[in-house]
């Protein structure tokens, strides 16, 4: 796919922030319209303008991290933006960047289509739509190839298979057909039909056989029908190759679905990959010539031949959730178009929802922690799964490490009760308990301050074989200095002595006992903090202390009291990289939580 430049896509987007702006001002400014708008007007005002705002900044954020990435941003951008303009002002017709590409006829995949009115498919509404008789077209057979991949098809389904090639061969007599199969019975009787194509490939090898089916394919598009067990007119097929070839930027485009007893899905999901979470949603945020936008789709579809590549590596109950995150990741779109359908039998819905066993290399290929799945089916991986470590880099911890954090600071908090000696978060991890409840998502380090007699406790041979045990490494003892750490998967905790706690100077008396110690929420545990955690964090690190700032460390300064200025995170080496902390605002705790609900 050509990429436009990113300074011209910037040029372009600039004006349509602006005319936002504008709008915004216009519209809902009590000045400019004339008249006090009444309580329920300004309170439905209120929310219009924070569902925009909201909007905008997710915007400005993936903006920014399109120049920061040095790459255009995604067309979807350019989506929300139109949208936001029409919410402001209905009557605005922008020159949509998806406007259909000019037709030049001596070029057309496929004949342009015209609606002959509400009356012309009464009362059944078959048809509608139909097709202008066009001379100037390519024939269909050089245009677009049809793969069906029956391999991991049950014994039982074989008979549908002829029925899917006789409906192909029927309907699109012309186009060939690429068909791969477990079954020498299949293979034979594919053999008595002259468009069809077959490849015997072994049932353990689904994802290979789709690979060569496509590399046998030489037309610009493919018709991946998928776990079909019949084919008809109601594909469909122009349509979806008209969506591919004249909306810019649309490289794959598919239809709704039914099954054998009749239930029938659109077959759009959106998906969000962020902060180590993959999340799945059932739906559509916008759409364009009757078709969905989408960025996955559970049917067959039509794409680019060339795009067309499966991970040969990864369980097929998964192969194409991983192709549709990569293209989607490389600024592809992909539209549904409900109209056009298919029958087709979900071999592989019932393991993926029940068994996270066939999700854990795709976790492990994308770094994810979680998978959200349409449903409320929540996979989750720790950090062994997926072979992540603690040590924070460029990207934010992963969710394992955030776990892991609270759970070290609930043993160690147990141990310290157990054995009567008293301990608060300090610096980094009080200030982490402000505004993350849990660890800064992009810290190198936990502190904590201990009582003397904890810090002596912490260098007998008992205490450091007891950590181990239970999989935590006390080392670095130093009882002069009252200095040890404790590391977990690559993290640590640094501890020093301290004479006294702030719990026991500035609490009122009957407070300072160590039950009612100040406790921050870390991670669903609460930890024995500083006396005042927000007051304690202000007067340590000074100015704007909710705004972000990775470590002294990692910004290279002399030592850590020398005054930070936050509001800005360094660069990331891994730009893609889906927890890429410069991706972030460096304002907030809300961009970085996940959203759980599906």
């Given at each position: 796919?050509?990429?436009?430049?990113?300074?011209?896509?910037?040029?372009?987007?600039?004006?349509?922030?602006?005319?936002?702006?504008?709008?915004?001002?216009?519209?809902?400014?009590?000045?400019?319209?004339?008249?006090?708008?009444?309580?329920?007007?300004?309170?439905?005002?209120?929310?219009?303008?924070?569902?925009?705002?909201?909007?905008?900044?997710?915007?400005?954020?993936?903006?920014?991290?399109?120049?920061?990435?040095?790459?255009?941003?995604?067309?979807?951008?350019?989506?929300?933006?139109?949208?936001?303009?029409?919410?402001?002002?209905?009557?605005?017709?922008?020159?949509?960047?998806?406007?259909?590409?000019?037709?030049?006829?001596?070029?057309?995949?496929?004949?342009?289509?015209?609606?002959?009115?509400?009356?012309?498919?009464?009362?059944?509404?078959?048809?509608?739509?139909?097709?202008?008789?066009?001379?100037?077209?390519?024939?269909?057979?050089?245009?677009?190839?049809?793969?069906?991949?029956?391999?991991?098809?049950?014994?039982?389904?074989?008979?549908?298979?002829?029925?899917?090639?006789?409906?192909?061969?029927?309907?699109?007599?012309?186009?060939?057909?690429?068909?791969?199969?477990?079954?020498?019975?299949?293979?034979?009787?594919?053999?008595?039909?002259?468009?069809?194509?077959?490849?015997?490939?072994?049932?353990?090898?689904?994802?290979?056989?789709?690979?060569?089916?496509?590399?046998?394919?030489?037309?610009?598009?493919?018709?991946?029908?998928?776990?079909?067990?019949?084919?008809?007119?109601?594909?469909?097929?122009?349509?979806?190759?008209?969506?591919?070839?004249?909306?810019?930027?649309?490289?794959?485009?598919?239809?709704?679905?039914?099954?054998?007893?009749?239930?029938?899905?659109?077959?759009?999901?959106?998906?969000?990959?962020?902060?180590?979470?993959?999340?799945?949603?059932?739906?559509?945020?916008?759409?364009?010539?009757?078709?969905?936008?989408?960025?996955?789709?559970?049917?067959?579809?039509?794409?680019?031949?060339?795009?067309?590549?499966?991970?040969?590596?990864?369980?097929?109950?998964?192969?194409?959730?991983?192709?549709?995150?990569?293209?989607?990741?490389?600024?592809?779109?992909?539209?549904?178009?409900?109209?056009?359908?298919?029958?087709?039998?979900?071999?592989?819905?019932?393991?993926?929802?029940?068994?996270?066993?066939?999700?854990?290399?795709?976790?492990?290929?994308?770094?994810?922690?979680?998978?959200?799945?349409?449903?409320?089916?929540?996979?989750?991986?720790?950090?062994?799964?997926?072979?992540?470590?603690?040590?924070?880099?460029?990207?934010?911890?992963?969710?394992?490490?955030?776990?892991?954090?609270?759970?070290?600071?609930?043993?160690?908090?147990?141990?310290?009760?157990?054995?009567?000696?008293?301990?608060?978060?300090?610096?980094?991890?009080?200030?982490?308990?402000?505004?993350?409840?849990?660890?800064?998502?992009?810290?190198?380090?936990?502190?904590?301050?201990?009582?003397?007699?904890?810090?002596?406790?912490?260098?007998?041979?008992?205490?450091?074989?007891?950590?181990?045990?239970?999989?935590?490494?006390?080392?670095?003892?130093?009882?002069?200095?009252?200095?040890?750490?404790?590391?977990?998967?690559?993290?640590?905790?640094?501890?020093?002595?301290?004479?006294?706690?702030?719990?026991?100077?500035?609490?009122?008396?009957?407070?300072?006992?160590?039950?009612?110690?100040?406790k921050a929420n870390i991670g669903g545990y609460w930890i024995n903090t500083a006396f005042s955690p927000g007051l304690f964090s202000r007067n340590r690190y000074g100015r704007e202390i909710l705004k972000h700032s990775q470590s002294w460390i990692k910004l290279g300064l002399s030592h850590s009291f020398i005054e930070y200025n936050p509001g800005s995170f360094e660069l990331c080496k891994k730009p893609e990289h889906h927890a890429c902390i410069h991706n972030f605002p460096a304002d907030g705790n809300i961009p970085f939580m996940v959203k759980l609900d599906v």
């Open positions: 796919m050509a990429t436009p430049h990113p300074r011209k896509i910037f040029l372009w987007l600039f004006p349509l922030f602006l005319s936002a702006t504008i709008l915004s001002v216009y519209i809902f400014s009590d000045h400019l319209t004339g008249f006090k708008l009444s309580v329920s007007c300004n309170a439905y005002n209120f929310e219009f303008r924070k569902s925009l705002a909201e909007d905008l900044r997710e915007i400005q954020q993936k903006v920014r991290k399109s120049f920061l990435n040095k790459e255009a941003p995604s067309p979807k951008l350019l989506l929300q933006l139109e949208e936001i303009v029409k919410r402001l002002d209905p009557e605005v017709d922008l020159a949509s960047v998806f406007t259909q590409k000019g037709t030049d006829t001596d070029s057309l995949d496929v004949c342009p289509e015209v609606y002959n009115g509400t009356k012309f498919g009464y009362p059944f509404y078959e048809k509608g739509w139909v097709l202008i008789n066009c001379t100037n077209v390519k024939p269909l057979r050089s245009v677009v190839s049809v793969l069906v991949n029956t391999v991991a098809y049950p014994k039982q389904d074989e008979n549908h298979i002829e029925t899917v090639i006789k409906g192909i061969t029927e309907t699109y007599p012309t186009v060939q057909v690429y068909l791969a199969t477990g079954s020498v019975n299949v293979m034979k009787a594919a053999q008595n039909y002259k468009n069809v194509d077959v490849v015997l490939i072994d049932k353990a090898q689904v994802a290979k056989g789709w690979n060569i089916l496509v590399g046998k394919a030489s037309t610009p598009y493919v018709l991946v029908a998928r776990d079909v067990f019949h084919f008809t007119w109601l594909t469909q097929l122009e349509r979806q190759i008209r969506v591919t070839s004249q909306i810019p930027y649309v490289e794959v485009a598919g239809g709704s679905y039914r099954n054998f007893s009749g239930h029938w899905k659109a077959g759009c999901v959106q998906t969000t990959m962020k902060n180590y979470v993959l999340k799945y949603q059932e739906g559509y945020l916008h759409s364009k010539n009757g078709c969905m936008f989408c960025d996955y789709l559970q049917g067959p579809f039509v794409t680019k031949t060339s795009l067309f590549k499966l991970d040969e590596k990864l369980p097929i109950q998964v192969v194409f959730e991983d192709w549709f995150s990569s293209i989607i990741k490389k600024g592809s779109l992909v539209m549904s178009c409900p109209d056009a359908m298919y029958f087709t039998t979900d071999y592989w819905s019932y393991s993926k929802i029940t068994d996270r066993n066939v999700w854990t290399p795709l976790a492990k290929k994308w770094e994810l922690n979680q998978v959200l799945l349409p449903g409320g089916v929540k996979h989750s991986f720790s950090c062994e799964d997926i072979g992540v470590t603690c040590k924070a880099k460029s990207e934010l911890l992963p969710l394992c490490c955030l776990q892991e954090y609270a759970y070290a600071l609930a043993f160690f908090q147990k141990f310290a009760e157990a054995h009567n000696f008293t301990f608060e978060l300090d610096t980094g991890s009080a200030l982490g308990g402000v505004k993350f409840e849990g660890v800064l998502p992009y810290d190198l380090d936990g502190d904590f301050i201990i009582s003397t007699s904890g810090i002596d406790i912490l260098g007998k041979t008992e205490t450091v074989d007891y950590f181990q045990k239970n999989g935590y490494t006390l080392a670095d003892y130093e009882p002069k200095k009252g200095y040890a750490r404790l590391f977990f998967k690559k993290f640590y905790f640094e501890i020093w002595k301290m004479g006294d706690m702030s719990n026991k100077r500035y609490l009122p008396p009957e407070l300072q006992k160590q039950e009612t110690f100040t």
